[in-house]
């Protein structure tokens, strides 16, 4: 199964150490941080998410993106 690119928007800004194992590039906003990249199924992306969970980060929008 081919990956899907998604846009992820928190408040705030990411430890760094949240993103070990993922491959995607983040730009800070005034107020969120806006990751992007590919995530290879839904396993991998409710993996990410729970790690958030692990950081008491505050999940904005998970968005998938058409490619």
Partial sequence: MASSRYEIRITGVLPPE???????????????????????????????LARFDTFGVRLIEVRRLHQ
């Fill in 18 to 48: 949240a993103l070990l194992d993922f491959d995607l590039t983040s730009a800070v906003a005034p107020v969120e941080t806006v990751l992007c990249g590919e995530i290879a199924d839904s396993a991998a992306l409710q993996g990410l």
